[in-house]
DNA sequence: ATCATTCTGCAACCGGATTGCAAACTCAAG
DNA sequence: CTTGAGTTTGCAATCCGGTTGCAGAATGAT
């Protein structure tokens, strides 16, 4: 289990040399499996579902992509959504050029769709919690209709 | 589905009398096993998973178990709240004398003895979602470790 | 008492998550 | 280039919480 380590990625013109590179960053072995793995959480601009993955990627079994993602996550890569009934979902932890920053954003569940939306510009303000209990990260998951669904 | 009906319960002196009256007024038949998992329910300070009220109580099974939380659910009894790795968790929809209100509150998950713990104290502000997306419930779940596993 | 409706226990089912295992692969040492 | 230890992989089996089918029990109105 690894602490996330920050670098600054330009996340938009990864080519092969830096995919393995982030995987080598996090401590992880570059095979071809985990770089098209990489790859398809990276061309997903939300989270996903293993059964997503398995699906897009035909080549690889899906108790591959089950460990490939246990792996991901226990080296700080990539995080899960618990997305009510979709069941938990993956998606990589992602510092922009902008800098390290945790990436931590709340998100949106369209009841219709089923699809869950990263609401990267809302920012959850500090809460003060009781006190004894010690935070490590919060999730917030809010439900409702999207966009495209309210058309 | 029925709208959740606002009533000023006291949660805190309630007999078999009060509990019946209680399903009435949320459009629910009262019986024996309902009443016993109502109890259950009331008796609980945290949400409790299915698991734990079928252990709990041995005389009814599982089944009805599930679909009396699934009654409940749809009457607006009770909410549940989605808990990383302990799965889906019940919990009763709570007013209490001071009248009626949304009684919605971030929850904390203990990473080390896997209790969810109700924060009602803290409130979690409005944030402004982008255009276009329809609002219909949030939930905030901190993950971290609780005073007692904290000792 | 009768009958339609609802509730219940039991057993079976389900589907996604997880694991066991042997073959395939990697890579450093000889 | 071989060898062998350690790692990764596919396949099939398993697990397990949630869910359903069904027949008998309970309910409640006529
Ligand atoms: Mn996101
Ligand atoms: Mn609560
Ligand atoms: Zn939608
Ligand atoms: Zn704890």
Same mark, same amino acid.
């Given at each position: 289990?690894? #602490?996330r380590i920050e670098f600054s990625y330009n996340f938009a013109i990864m080519n092969n040399n830096d995919l393995e590179? +982030? #995987?080598q960053d996090h %401590?992880?072995?570059a095979t071809a499996n985990r770089l098209i793995i990489l790859k398809a959480l990276m061309n997903s601009s939300r989270p996903i579902t293993m059964q997503d993955l398995t699906d897009e990627i035909e080549s690889i079994d899906k108790s591959n992509v089950f460990r490939t993602l246990s792996t991901f996550r226990e080296? %700080? +890569?990539v995080h899960v959504?618990?997305?009510c009934d979709e069941g938990v979902m993956y998606e990589l932890y992602?510092?922009?050029s902008n800098g390290p920053h945790n990436d931590i954003h709340p998100h949106f569940h369209c009841v219709v769709c089923h699809k869950v939306?990263? +609401?990267k510009g809302v920012t959850v303000p500090k809460l003060n919690y009781p006190e004894g209990?010690?935070?490590l990260e919060g999730s917030f998951l809010v439900n409702g209709i999207c966009p495209e669904c309210k058309a």
């Open positions: 289990m690894h #602490l590179q +982030l #995987l %401590g992880i072995k080296h %700080g +890569l959504i618990e997305a992602r510092s922009d939306f990263c +609401l209990f010690d935070i």
